[in-house]
């Protein structure tokens, strides 16, 4: 269970986000990451096996405002990353912890060319298949449908009156989750978790599969 002082710090950051305040309550900080890395490392250890995780990380406060219209210079929350073991298992996890406007989401939000490619080319050729295990209704009613950026017509090279261009306009594959305040702080919330990747594993195990083979269903690893 995550530790109840964690967000009172976070509430009094987005209320003194400047660095003259951070400094001052920099012990504060120090020990609420403490307790998000102690949580993240009780979730990682229940977590682990069945989803094929290889790390954990908790990331960092500070923001890079330099390309930002936003100058604050820290984040009002914590940000915990789950990786699957590369090269099989594709895709992650991502869980925000924010008062008020926590979230858990899973999927792949920024797919390189070559495999943003491969997987509009799975779509291209069995869209059925894809549409299928994206809108599998254990996944749909645990996670809702499918999130992410999106280009307004075909992505080059495809016919924008392909069957399945509802997914081919996609670049993310995205599934989120909200999180109440008092879900997060229940005891049972790492029971609540696993149920939540069971769900989208499925689909992870899916498009990893898709991302290490070619059209014909051979490896290419």
Same mark, same amino acid.
């Given at each position: ?16 986000? =400047? ?35 290889? =790390? ?13 219209? =936003? ?20 895709? @992650? ?6 008062? @008020? ?92 978790? !696993? ?12 498009? @990893?599969? !898709? ?11």
């Amino acid at each position: 269970m995550l530790n109840s002082n964690v967000f009172p710090f976070l509430e009094a950051l987005k209320e003194n986000n =400047n660095r003259a305040w951070f400094a001052e309550n920099k012990s504060s900080h120090d020990d609420a990451r403490k307790h998000v890395v102690e949580f993240t490392k009780i979730l990682f250890e229940r977590l682990s096996d069945l989803n094929h995780l290889d =790390n954990q990380k908790v990331f960092r406060v500070y923001r890079d405002v330099r390309f930002s219209k =936003n100058k604050t210079p820290y984040k009002s929350h914590f940000g915990i990353g789950f990786h699957r073991t590369k090269p099989i298992y594709r895709g @992650g996890y991502y869980l925000h912890l924010e008062p @008020g406007a926590s979230f858990l989401a899973a999927g792949f939000w920024a797919p390189n060319k070559d495999d943003l490619f491969r997987i509009r080319k799975e779509i291209e050729t069995d869209h059925e298949q894809f549409d299928k295990i994206s809108n599998g209704v254990k996944l749909i009613k645990y996670w809702g449908p499918m999130k992410g950026e999106q280009l307004k017509t075909a992505p080059k090279g495809f016919d924008k009156e392909h069957l399945g261009i509802k997914h081919l306009r996609f670049k993310q594959f995205i599934f989120t989750k909200e999180i109440s305040d008092d879900m997060l702080f229940d005891p049972e919330f790492s029971h609540w978790v !696993v149920a939540q990747f069971n769900a989208i594993r499925p689909f992870l195990n899916y498009m @990893g599969e !898709v991302l290490t083979t070619d059209l014909n269903g051979e490896p290419v690893l």
